[in-house]
């Protein structure tokens, strides 16, 4: 199941955010060494996970965390124009139907298999969601590795300007076009699981 999360101010009130900012501290502070916050030594927060950020979540048939994204709308301060302006050759995207795809997160405790299938799944609920919720675009920044997979999943993709070195990392930005033929582009590549989605708006 894919679970949506909207305006979450507290990552404590929520079990499923508990463990998505834990994962994320495993994954970007632990392997990938980012120099980002980390709240109470176990989770990843930073000064983006405010109540403008939309949670895209997947967990298994126990209910937990096996995937998560972050989305910020891009007509307040967001990663792109906020701290990588310089990827893109003109202005970063803006606009009430483009969101930025952030803290795109895979649970470390998976083997590869099941992380491939939680990346599909999780790729497939941000464009049901986005689609359900007038998002005509996804913008985003990512390490090279990383952003050469996503512009090979099928879907209209491209870059916003030439990669950079920054902070000892090669980055890139790009902009995902979304529509209603955006689902059979990605199932062309096999990537398109669809979930059902479901707003989470109960402590647990």
Same mark, same amino acid.
């Given at each position: 199941?894919?679970?949506?999360?909207?305006?979450?101010?507290?990552?404590?009130?929520? !079990? =499923? *955010?508990?463990? $998505?900012?834990?994962?994320?501290?495993?994954?970007?502070?632990?392997? @990938?060494?980012? +120099?980002? #916050?980390?709240?109470?030594?176990?989770?990843?927060?930073?000064?983006?996970?405010?109540?403008?950020?939309?949670?895209?979540?997947?967990?298994?048939?126990?209910?937990?965390?096996?995937?998560?994204? !972050? =989305? *910020?709308?891009? $007509?307040?301060?967001?990663?792109?124009?906020?701290?990588?302006?310089? @990827?893109?050759? +003109?202005? #970063?995207?803006?606009?009430?139907?483009?969101?930025?795809?952030?803290?795109?997160?895979?649970?470390?405790?998976?083997?590869?298999?099941?992380?491939?299938?939680?990346?599909?799944?999780?790729?497939?609920?941000?464009?049901?969601?986005?689609?359900?919720?007038?998002?005509?675009?996804?913008?985003?920044?990512?390490?090279?590795?990383?952003?050469?997979?996503?512009?090979?999943?099928?879907?209209?993709?491209?870059?916003?300007?030439?990669?950079?070195?920054?902070?000892?990392?090669?980055?890139?930005?790009?902009?995902?076009?979304?529509?209603?033929?955006?689902?059979?582009?990605?199932?062309?590549?096999?990537?398109?699981?669809?979930?059902?989605?479901?707003?989470?708006?109960?402590?647990?």
């Amino acid at each position: 199941m894919a679970i949506i999360m909207e305006g979450r101010r507290n990552h404590s009130d929520h !079990r =499923l *955010l508990r463990a $998505m900012f834990e994962a994320r501290k495993r994954v970007f502070v632990d392997l @990938l060494r980012w +120099d980002v #916050p980390v709240l109470d030594g176990r989770y990843e927060i930073d000064q983006f996970d405010d109540e403008n950020a939309i949670y895209v979540i997947v967990t298994d048939g126990e209910g937990r965390h096996r995937g998560s994204a !972050r =989305l *910020l709308p891009t $007509m307040r301060p967001h990663i792109l124009d906020t701290l990588f302006p310089q @990827l893109c050759a +003109d202005r #970063p995207p803006r606009g009430a139907g483009i969101f930025e795809i952030t803290r795109f997160c895979l649970d470390r405790e998976q083997d590869a298999t099941s992380r491939l299938i939680a990346r599909n799944r999780l790729v497939s609920a941000m464009v049901d969601y986005a689609i359900d919720n007038g998002i005509h675009a996804f913008s985003g920044v990512a390490e090279v590795g990383w952003l050469q997979q996503i512009l090979a999943f099928g879907w209209r993709c491209s870059p916003l300007g030439l990669p950079r070195q920054i902070g000892g990392r090669m980055l890139g930005a790009l902009r995902i076009e979304i529509g209603e033929n955006t689902p059979a582009l990605l199932s062309w590549n096999k990537i398109y699981a669809p979930d059902m989605l479901q707003g989470a708006l109960e402590a647990a």
